[in-house]
């Protein structure tokens, strides 16, 4: 971990104006905007290819104010409606000046994403409870934007923008994840304007000039020790610290010992080499949480505790309830529906195989499904009461699930477990400005350091929407990819 002095450096193996650690989708990012500015870039990735876990992703890419595709799927959004909600939404102790420029800036960046990098999104919106589109749809809700309480903060847009397979991708829609259909635009990209990658070479040291400049990497290659000089600077993009299991379990030990939404090269190491460098770091417990359980049955039902109380609205965000139940209700969740509303739920879905639910006990009265959920006497049958009235009535003013959700939850009853549901990733990493570069515990740039994507901490510093990750990751890879190039 410790930073090596260039004067130890026997020789150079390889050279470049800027180097990236890391081909997933901030280190494309970075690489295309570095060479955008026609610096000389060169990409070392430890796996045998490009992708990471952007590659395996849903694809959703947080972005708003008022983009193209927006527009055309008739929503109105403004970069003040769009900072208003994630400062609500994926705090607390955001950065407001990363939320500002990331809001204002995010109708361009999605014209860059498309007319640069050759990103295709079908115009077309997508308005059914679920974690991804059934189809090549381009838009839709990703965070709970129009569900209480974000309703009453700022107005409803959908921000979810998802890749269809274009003219670049050659892969057919549906056949492959939709990270794959934004990762190959931009490595071809990247490719055309002369980024050159090495792989299976895995970045394990920074190197520093006599003058404190980070000067290069240190790495490994079939066996190899590599030293690989950056005149201009180096970009750490190796993800987050999610497959660590000691920085898991000294920062987000909620994480522990369940899968982790991610690849396992996101071992930390961007993050600790700019520690050992004296970098500061932000936000490590914050983490997000993802519960695989159809939304279709989610909106359906109630979700309770190991207490059989509701805790939050079931019609948001699904990984706000993912979050909700392992982060705040010590991950012992059921989701409680009715034989009408598993019977709707299984009509409407079209969802994938594996977030298919079905219940994991039933019973014909809800004091024996309690006692087969293993509650405290009562609890269940005093929340489906006060539950059922209020549905009687269209409302819920206990957590304010929009009526066209609400029914009175009647005769056999099953429940979901979502205790072995609930996977996440780590949200937290090493500190930047704006530009991606990291700073210093005094508040000053690394000279020569820069970093973005999951290494670091983006726009979500708490909460979560689907797509802040590629979102931000390319965001702000590409300020850091401009600004190394510049230098
Ligand atoms: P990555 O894209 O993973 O790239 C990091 C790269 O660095 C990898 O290629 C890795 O091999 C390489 N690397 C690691 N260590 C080294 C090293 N020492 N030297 C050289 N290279 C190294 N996010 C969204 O925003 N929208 C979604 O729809 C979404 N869906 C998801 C679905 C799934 C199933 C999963 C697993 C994740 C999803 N995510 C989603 C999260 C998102 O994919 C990641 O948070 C995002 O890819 C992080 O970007 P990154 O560039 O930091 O890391």
Redesign the pocket.
Known sequence: MRPIDESTVPEWDADAEVVI???????AAAAVAAAQQGAEVLV????GG?????A???????LGGGTALQRACGYDDTPANMAAFLTAALGPGGDPHKIRLYSEGSPEHYDWLTGTCGVAFRPAFFGEPAWEAYGDEGLMYSGGENAHPFTAIADPAPRGHLPCAGPLTGAPNGEQGR?RLLMEPLVRTASRLGVTARYD????GLVVAADGRVCGVRARSFGRTLHVRARRGVIL????FTYDEAMVGAHTPRLSGRPG???E???G?SIRLGQALGAQVSHLDACEVAVGVDPQHLIRGIVVNAHGQRFINEDTYAGRIGQASLLHQGNGCWLVLDETGFEEADAATRAAEQLRTSPTVVAETPTELASAMGLPEGALESTLDLYNRHAEQGRDPVHHKAAAWLRPLKGPLGAVDLSPRTAG?ALGGLTTDTEGRVLHVDGSPLPGLYAA???TTGIATGGYA??????D?TFFGRRAGHEAARR
């Open positions: 650690a890391g081909y997933g989708v901030a280190g070392l990735e430890r796996a490009w992708g990471g876990a952007a395996l992703s849903g694809g959703f890419i947080y990270g070479t895995r970045v394990d993009t190796t993800g987050s939404a991610a690849v090269e996101h071992d190491i990733f994507g999951r290494a689907s797509g802040a990750s590629l979102g990751g």
